[in-house]
């Protein structure tokens, strides 16, 4: 398969304190190198912390705060797992609100691990086939999702995956949605 291009894309990434460092480092990376722009987007300004499952990580320095952007400024979504940063994202309006443009404006969003929480909250999830960390299975399922067992899962430009074991397939199908651009059946 020839490589995918995300020249001229902007993609975000939504995290706060308590992120899996790889599950924002390696998509980060992914596509970066595709060519797309990419910028850190978290409920306050300076720097996030990081997490290496239950030790403490990197800290990474924030582009923008929820109220400085919108779904509008972007190319598609990035939802990094962890258990803290999603749990926190999640009741935070505008980090839901976020989520919920996205799909509003049928832009591509991926979230792995934890991520798939954001989804559960904004709302997005009924009727989609996805996969998540397995204590999320019971949240999506209750929110109307089919839930399944698998490395990588695409539903209608959303891209979900399991745990950190999955961010090669992960990021390629990610790097492949965010290539195609908007999905017409991705409606709210």
């Known amino acids: 398969m020839a490589q995918q291009s995300l020249q001229g894309k902007k993609i975000a ?7 899996e460092q790889v599950e924002l480092t390696k998509p980060w990376q992914a596509i970066r190198d595709a060519g797309a722009e990419v910028e850190l987007v978290s409920l306050e300004s300076g720097e ?3 997490v290496h499952h239950d030790e403490k990580g990197d800290k990474f320095k924030v582009d923008k705060t929820l109220d400085q952007v919108s779904a509008k400024d972007y190319n598609g979504l990035v939802l990094p797992g962890g258990v803290f940063n999603p749990d926190a994202l ?6 839901v ?16 691990c ?6 559960v909250e904004a709302d ?6 996805v ?5 999320v299975r019971t949240d999506l ?20 995956s399991r745990n950190p074991d999955d961010l090669p397939a992960f990021c390629s199908k990610a790097v492949e949605e965010f290539a195609e651009g908007q999905h017409a059946g991705q409606t709210v």
Request: hydrophobic share 45%.
């Open 90 to 95: 999640r009741v935070n309006e505008s980090a």
């Open 114 to 119: 934890h991520g798939p929480w954001l989804l």
């Open 124 to 129: 997005v999830v009924d009727g989609r086939k």
């Open 131 to 135: 996969t998540s960390w397995p204590s």
């Open 97 to 112: 609100s976020f989520v919920r443009e996205f799909f509003a404006e049928n832009k591509p969003v991926a979230a792995i």
């Open 48 to 50: 996030i912390q990081g």
């Open 141 to 160: 399922i209750n929110a109307g999702a089919n839930w399944v067992d698998e490395e990588c899962v695409c539903d209608e430009g959303l891209v979900t």
């Open 13 to 19: 990434f939504l995290a706060t304190d308590g992120f």
